[in-house]
């Protein structure tokens, strides 16, 4: 089973549909978990941090389900500038583990 | 606040030749990691280093491969002999400590012909 799996998509919206995307985990002493956005042939970018008791950013909704190894992201009001591909990080927190990634999942948002 | 820097953005090596990749963290970040992303994949961790320290190499292939993060400069990853199986976007982020988000650099993109 791979650490981090995530439904590679490719997701096709229109603009101001809501989408949502899911994330399981195989390692339950995963203690940080991040939503990260990369853009066509560029770096990945922090999107905001998953916590426990979920967590909202504007659009953006994260939730994280420990019992199930879970988390998700909603957004909300789709846009075009929404389009990238969405990946959902993990690590443990035993002091010195490193970020692992999924593959992710590729949003498109039409208009 | 310049972030984490990477050069050379884009690098052409033939087979056989050495390529050398450079990373400035994030200023006040001592946490350097290095992942590798091929075409249509996800990022797979290299190595993560701190200051003169090799942290955790578990994701570098053994023959090849080699990082460091020396007292002054920049982190360096090396790899020797290059094939074309190494053609891939290296990306080198930096944080402030373990279990922080990660900044990213733009990554280099390699290409061995």
């Known amino acids: 089973r791979k650490e981090v799996e995530q439904d590679p998509g490719p997701f096709n919206v229109p603009e101001g549909a809501t989408v949502a995307f899911n994330c399981t985990y195989s390692?339950?002493?995963?203690?940080?978990f991040f939503w990260y956005r990369q853009d066509c042939r560029k770096e990945p970018k922090l999107l905001m941090s998953v916590y426990s008791s979920g967590n909202e950013d504007g659009r953006f909704t994260a939730q994280l389900n420990r019992a199930s190894q879970y988390i998700s992201l909603l957004i909300r009001d789709s846009k075009l500038s929404d389009s990238a591909t969405y990946l959902c990080?993990?690590?443990?927190?035993?002091?010195?583990?490193?970020?692992?990634f999924g593959k992710g999942t590729r949003l498109s948002v039409i208009a | 606040n310049a972030g984490v820097m990477q050069n050379p953005r884009h690098l052409v090596r033939r087979r056989g030749q050495e390529a050398r990749l450079r990373c400035s963290p994030m200023k006040g970040h001592s946490h350097v990691y290095w992942y590798r992303q091929l075409p249509e994949e996800g990022l797979k961790f290299m190595v993560y280093l701190q200051k003169e320290n090799i942290i955790d190499e578990s994701g570098m292939p053994k023959e090849r491969f080699s990082a460091e993060f020396p007292k002054e400069g920049p982190s360096i990853l090396r790899i020797q002999q290059v094939v074309r199986g190494d053609s891939a976007a290296y990306f080198c982020?930096?944080?402030?400590?373990?279990?922080?988000?990660?900044?990213f650099g733009s990554g280099t993109r390699l290409t061995v012909v």
């Open positions: 982020a930096s944080s402030q400590g373990a279990n922080y988000g990660y900044t």
């Open positions: 990080v993990v690590t443990a927190n035993s002091g010195n583990t490193p970020l692992v």
């Open positions: 390692n339950s002493a995963s203690q940080s």
